[in-house]
């Protein structure tokens, strides 16, 4: 056998046994494999939130249920905070239609009413309120006005709202008007009266004497507010 010979044969041998041998490793389970993504990769791709027993999702700390709680209320339902600035007014009308004052009311124990049929217009009454006190008395809303019998009062004119509360000094008189029945005849239901019953928004009522013979009235029996002058309350 020749050295080159020789030679050959001894390497394919060395090539056989390192293939043998890369075998046996990749045998053994202690050869390289690809695991995939490493434990520390998985944990990092995980959301911040654990979860608990039972399957519900822990939120991360700082993190509420979702809703925010409204901050609660001090003011009284139905009602509107205002300032705390001076002296209160005294505007805007209550339920009765009438305004709210500070002075006493003008009625029955501190006044004299008076009833009288005037020429002008046709088919007035004039009403006059005369304060008797010795303070100013407030005359505020219309007169609530029973003649005779009825079982009703006469409507007010809305048109007739005075601009400003009637205060009466010491002395000093109010009015109101009184359409007793339609100039041109087109009302219904006359009747003649012949007492009357003046009432006030609060306190006692007057009774005011009417003519020997009476008024006629008919169901355009209308009232004014009460006037500061005689004018305005014979003006409706």
């Known amino acids: 056998m020749s050295a080159r010979t020789a ?22 389970g202690k050869g390289v494999r690809d695991e995939g993504p490493s434990a520390a990769s998985r944990s990092s791709s995980q959301p911040t939130g654990s979860t608990t ?6 939120k ?3 993190e509420t249920g979702g809703s925010t709680a409204a901050p609660k209320s001090t003011a009284t339902p139905g009602t509107t905070t205002t300032g705390t600035g001076g002296g209160s007014g005294s505007s805007g009308k209550n339920g009765s239609g009438t305004t709210a004052t500070r002075n006493p009311a003008c009625n029955g124990a501190n006044s004299k009413t008076t009833a009288t049929e005037v020429s002008r217009p046709l088919n007035h009454l004039l009403l ?23 079982q009703s009062v006469p409507p007010v004119a809305e048109s007739t709202h005075p601009q ?7 002395g000093e008189s109010g009015y109101a008007g ?13 009747y003649t009266a012949k007492t009357l019953v003046v009432g006030f928004a609060k306190g006692s009522s007057a009774t005011p ?28």
């Open 7 to 28: 030679r050959t044969r001894l390497l394919a041998a060395t090539t056989v046994a390192l293939a043998a041998l890369a075998l046996t490793a990749c045998d053994n």
């Open 60 to 62: 991360p700390a700082g």
């Open 178 to 190: 009184v359409l007793l029945s339609a100039a041109d005849g087109s009302g219904g239901n006359g």
């Open 128 to 150: 006059t309120v005369t304060n008797t006190g010795a303070k100013n008395c407030d005359l505020t809303g219309y007169p609530i006005a029973r003649f005779g019998e009825a």
């Open 53 to 58: 027993a039972g399957g519900t999702k822990a």
């Open 164 to 170: 400003a509360v009637v205060t009466l000094a010491p």
């Open 209 to 236: 004497a009417l003519p020997a013979k009476g008024v006629y009235v008919d169901d355009k029996l209308t009232v004014t507010y009460w006037q500061q002058s005689l004018d305005d309350a014979l003006a409706y």
